[in-house]
């Protein structure tokens, strides 16, 4: 169990097509500077909304729990 918590998905091959993309909360609705995330592959990955076909990054549900649990705790504060 703890091994699918921390690998990350796997992108080869990957369609960004086949992922049910969640925008992020925090969105304007204007279409610019946002993100958008969703499940893949026992992970989740990651992507600029403003480029659907561009670089998408991948993470372990683990590195995603961190992450989540940071910007909830006010870790991530510029």
Do not use: Y
């Not at 990957?14 to 993100?35: L, R």
């Amino acid at each position: 169990m703890f091994e699918s918590r921390t690998r990350k998905p796997d992108l080869a091959g990957f369609n960004p097509d086949t992922v049910d993309w969640q925008i992020s909360s925090f969105s304007n609705g204007a279409g610019g500077m946002c993100v958008e995330a969703g499940a893949h592959d026992g992970g989740v990955v990651v992507r600029d909304s403003t480029r659907p076909n561009g670089p998408v990054l991948a993470f372990s549900r683990a590195e995603w729990a961190a992450f989540i649990d940071g910007v909830e705790n006010g870790e991530l504060r510029f």
